[in-house]
């Protein structure tokens, strides 16, 4: 029983939800960090820079081919040229992998809304606060839990029902409260025990105003590598989540249009994320303060901050942590419709079905990696030189393994296999213009691979 496929009811819808999947953790507690640490506005250039290049580049073509396809990931590249299914197999993977430990995380943030909205944010400014929560057995399995049946139940809504309608709803609220949030930072001002008064606009000057003070050409190529990392990341970029995403896009809407807006909407809620945290970390902490950032800052340096500011404290917080929930709800909703729509084209599965196969293989797996923490502890030592835990060894074989070659295999499917023309025509079939068209095929082809592998050696460590 082959029945339609659904599709995203209009361009609006398609924008949010993949701008709701783009904007997510990485938005909020790694790019302030990183345009903190490298240079400011040095950073912001480059990033800007690459998002309209190498960004657009790989954004368009992924969304293409889900389009040209009809398909979630896992079948898509099949379906276009016989021989390339081994990518969509690996970008099949790659959700897989992801969804776990996103929710555990997810699980992380429900609590901290909860302790801040209930007004008890003092209590996570304890120092060893967030290390007890994750340590206890079966606590943090309870709030992921919470946080994984609200995805469950806007993948089963489906894509216009579940998807396209919640991004309608939540995007828009998110961005009114990172703007809120934004505001409220700039005007803080804070005087330490020294009796020294920082405020929140001399942060603010530290995150825009380009600090090329002793930067060398080795340091630019390190800045450009971090930057190129981050934004990979962040548009949601080799982990088959926009060829599924993709695969709802009708035919007349206009691709180069919304690329750009979801672009545009993922790098300004970045910079805002910045411009959110960035002036508070300065005011209450200084310089020093800033080198916190993935769970650190989120759940031990911004609680911190959150009880200095007494009561007033706990709104913000709970302000602040229902806005990463949205965030991080709209982004796993995005991973796990990769798999399920992967699951529901290869196996001709029903919704059910399929969310059912993939639910199970989640939550079992999101149980292991909250386990990770307590029962099941280990450490490991990982190619680039860290030490991890379950969560830690999930995100380095995702991010810093597969993703690379996910991406730098579809640079060589589209550049060289079924060439840029393919994609061109495809982004030009609803009879909109294609904008930079040259600058696409010449990324496509060589620049993009190059900078990938580039990428690639540097983050599993082969180069130093
Ligand atoms: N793009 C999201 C962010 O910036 C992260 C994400 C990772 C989304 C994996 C989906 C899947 O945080």
């Known amino acids: ?36 640490k490298d240079g400011g506005g040095l950073f912001l250039v480059i990033y800007l820079v690459l998002a309209l290049s190498f960004g657009f580049t790989l954004l368009t073509s992924e969304v293409a081919i889900g389009r040209k396809a009809k398909q979630g990931p896992l079948t898509a590249y099949s379906g276009i ?17 992801i969804m776990p430990y996103y929710c555990a995380i997810g699980g992380w943030v429900v609590k901290y809304l909860y302790v801040f909205a209930a007004g008890n944010g003092a209590q996570a400014a304890a120092d060893s ?7 206890k057995p079966y606590e943090p399995i309870i709030t992921m839990a919470v946080f994984f049946l609200l995805v469950v139940a806007v993948i089963l809504l489906g894509v216009n029902k579940g998807i396209e309608k919640l991004s309608k709803i939540l995007m828009p609220i998110l961005v009114v409260l990172v703007i809120g949030i934004s505001i ?9 025990a020294q009796g020294v008064t920082r405020t929140g606009l001399e942060g603010f000057k530290i995150l825009v105003i380009p600090n090329l003070k002793g930067v060398s050409f080795s340091q630019f190529l390190s800045i450009t590598v971090e930057a190129m990392g981050q934004l990979f990341f962040s548009l949601s970029i080799a982990m088959g989540i926009m060829v599924a995403y993709g695969s709802y896009v009708s035919d007349d809407t206009n691709l180069n249009r919304s690329i750009n807006q979801i672009e545009i909407f993922d790098t300004v809620i ?38 200095e500011m ?48 993939e639910g199970t293989v989640a939550f079992v797996g999101a149980v292991i990696v909250c386990l990770g923490y307590n029962k099941l502890y280990l450490e490991v030592k990982l190619p680039n030189g860290s030490v991890g835990q379950i969560l830690d060894i999930l995100d380095y074989v995702s991010n810093y393994v597969l993703m690379p070659i996910i991406a730098i295999g579809t640079c060589i499917f589209i550049g060289w296999v079924i060439k840029p023309k393919a994609i061109i025509e ?34 599993t460590g082969i180069v130093k």
């Open 270 to 307: 970045a910079v805002l994320a910045g411009v959110m945290i960035i002036p508070t970390i300065y005011a209450f902490k200084g310089r020093e303060g800033m080198e916190a950032n993935g769970p650190g800052l989120m759940f031990v340096a911004l609680p911190k901050i959150f009880s």
């Open 184 to 192: 409220f930072s700039l005007t803080v001002s804070h005087s330490d």
């Open 426 to 459: 495809e982004v030009e079939k609803s009879g909109h213009k294609m904008g930079r068209k040259g600058l696409y095929s010449v990324m496509i082809k060589f620049i993009a691979p190059v900078l990938l592998l580039i990428l690639f050696l540097k983050s």
């Open 129 to 135: 606060y967030f290390t007890d929560f994750i340590s």
């Open 1 to 36: 029983m082959e029945k339609k496929r659904s599709s995203f009811g209009g361009s609006i819808g398609f924008v949010l939800a993949a701008a709701g999947s783009a904007v997510g953790l990485g938005n909020i507690w790694r790019f302030p960090y990183l345009a903190a």
């Open 310 to 357: 007494g009561f007033v404290g706990n709104i913000i917080g709970a302000l602040f942590f229902a806005m990463v929930l949205f965030a991080a709800l709209t982004s796993a909703i995005s991973i796990m419709e990769a798999v399920v729509a992967s699951l529901m084209d290869a196996f001709k599965l029903s919704r059910g079905k399929a969310s059912l196969i």
């Open 81 to 97: 040229k016989k021989g390339w299914g081994f990518l969509g197999v690996l970008g099949c993977i790659v959700p897989a992998i």
